[in-house]
């Protein structure tokens, strides 16, 4: 493939070449304090990629991902799109079987890993018929051998837009783990939004990635600095740390960057917060609900900076709607609008439009949706019945367009007859002080069917609100079948990687 070929194509390694030629000096990434240029980073994808094909990865070959946020997970991911491979990113935290699983049901040939977490992919049974290679220890050289090696020169293959870019896995938090097939021009729709959404298109920006990039999420926040070749900052996720964060995002004149609700609750808990992020100009949240308490107190801590929120799904690369800052306020609980390649609709059972106000299943197209879910036809035919993507969140729409959760299909509870949406009542009582966070689900009742359990993370575990003043504290919000018919006081909910709640964990017990 020609030069010329490759820089018309809508890729990653498109937009790296692009950046290694326009400003071969400048910082792409900063980590651990060290830089690497944009030429540097072209030059170490480039070698990476030749000896992938030098282990007989090509064109659609999967290649795995088990690291935490570090440059090697991104030269890894850029170095699949040059040679045309599949990146497969694997939540680190997953125990051996699960990343067996993976592996087995991607197909993986190469596993690239952290010696940190290297004993559970050798332990993965699928692991066996792999190549591994490790990095980031002292004694562990695979990885710094390869960037050393005189690689043969390699004529890589014709990558388009609309060739897959990567298998990410959902959480899977009800039954195995689909793979969401997207494409390079997916995660290129993604980067624009970002773009958009940031005003990274204003000189000066600066973007961290705190959040781990395996989830979609964190790594869908890294395009658009790609995109443009604005400077990323890493982050490793391994272990967060409110006040080395806050100490990065000051040493390095972080302007931007994406964290899920439990890591902002703990930035803004140190006093430092207010002086080493004075010059955020963007704090964008997502991936699970925040409390009102939290988005009033970001405004607060950060005061030039705008809040912004991300909303959407792993099928859709992820962002469909897009909360700013300047609506926050007169727009309380909403999730923004939808973006601007994304269609939407409000749907009923029957795929009727339900009017504003009115609650149905949020339903999408556009250019982030996913091709597929990988070698899952069934999956994929569900999700897309009647030509939309079904999200499964139940939503209502305001007169200006605005979108509102209410709730997941799956979660919503039927009481006595009457549906009973869980977002709603956790937003009733996440209102109250003594509540720092709250699930509601539904238990079996035999005279109501279900009945509204309130699953309380208090500011004070000492001294927790009883159920008596919740109810009070819902009444002039709810109405009255709505209420918690019991509560449970737990220490910490329970949370999966991104910091959703486990809520089916909550049934379980």
């Not at 302007?255 to 902002?264: D, E, N, S």
């Not at 926050?328 to 390649?341: I, T």
């Not at 994929?380 to 999200?391: D, E, I, L, R, V």
């Amino acid at each position: 493939m020609s030069e010329s070929q490759t820089l018309r194509n809508n890729t990653w390694s498109t937009q790296l070449t692009f950046h290694a030629l326009a400003r071969p000096e400048d910082a792409a990434i900063r980590f651990g304090g060290e830089t690497l240029t944009w030429r540097e980073l072209d030059r170490r994808v480039t070698q990476l990629a030749s000896w992938l094909v030098s282990r007989g990865v090509s064109k659609g070959s999967r290649v795995a991902l088990v690291m935490g946020n570090r440059p090697e997970f991104l030269e890894t991911m850029y170095a699949c799109a040059r040679v045309g491979a599949i990146a497969v990113p694997i939540n680190f935290r997953l125990t051996a079987p699960e990343i067996d699983y993976i592996l087995t049901n991607s197909g993986a040939s190469v596993v690239i890993t952290e010696s940190l977490f290297s004993d559970a992919v050798f332990a993965a049974e699928a692991a066996q018929g792999v190549d591994v290679v490790s990095v980031g220890s002292a004694c562990d050289e695979q990885f710094s051998q390869i960037m050393e090696e005189a690689w043969p020169e390699v004529e890589f293959d014709d990558v388009s837009g609309d060739d897959p870019a990567a298998i990410m896995y959902t959480s899977g938090t009800t039954g195995k783990p689909k793979g969401a097939v997207l494409t390079h021009n997916n995660f290129a729709a993604t980067a624009d939004v970002v773009i958009d959404a940031w005003r990274l298109s204003t000189p000066g920006h600066v973007v961290l990635a705190a959040t781990p990039l395996f989830h979609i999420g964190g790594f869908g926040t890294t395009t658009g600095p790609l995109r443009l070749g604005t400077p990323l900052v890493i982050h490793p996720s391994v272990a967060f740390d409110p006040v080395e964060v806050l100490a990065l995002i000051e040493a390095e004149r972080v302007t931007a960057t994406f964290m899920v609700p439990a890591q902002w609750q703990a930035i803004c808990t140190q006093p430092s917060a207010s002086t080493s992020g004075a010059g955020l100009r963007v704090a964008g949240w997502g991936a699970a609900p925040a409390p009102m308490w939290l988005l009033e107190r970001l405004g607060e801590v950060f005061e030039s900076a705008s809040v912004v929120a991300l909303f959407g799904q792993t099928e859709m690369s992820p962002i469909t709607c897009v909360l700013r800052g300047s609506d926050a306020l007169r727009k309380k609980g909403s999730v923004g609008r939808p973006v601007f390649n994304v269609a939407v609709r409000v749907v009923d059972a029957d795929m009727n439009d339900v009017d504003h106000g009115e609650i149905g299943e949020i339903v999408y197209r556009g250019l982030g949706l996913m091709a597929e879910y990988w070698e899952n036809p069934e999956a994929t035919a569900q999700a897309m019945a009647g030509g939309w993507f079904h999200s499964g969140d139940l939503v209502r729409r305001d007169s200006e367009g605005f979108v509102f959760v209410v709730d997941r299909k799956k979660d919503m509870i039927i009481s006595g007859g009457e549906n009973i949406y869980s977002a709603e009542v956790e937003m009733a009582l996440s209102s109250h002080p003594g509540v720092r966070d709250v699930a509601v689900i539904g238990r079996p009742d035999e005279k109501l069917g279900e009945a509204v359990v309130a699953v309380v993370e208090p500011v004070d575990i000492s001294s927790p609100p009883d159920l008596e003043t919740l109810v009070a504290h819902c009444r002039t919000q709810l109405a009255s079948y709505k209420k918690p018919r019991d509560l449970v006081i737990v220490e910490a909910l329970p949370r999966n990687s991104t910091g959703k709640v486990t809520k089916q964990a909550l049934r379980a017990e």
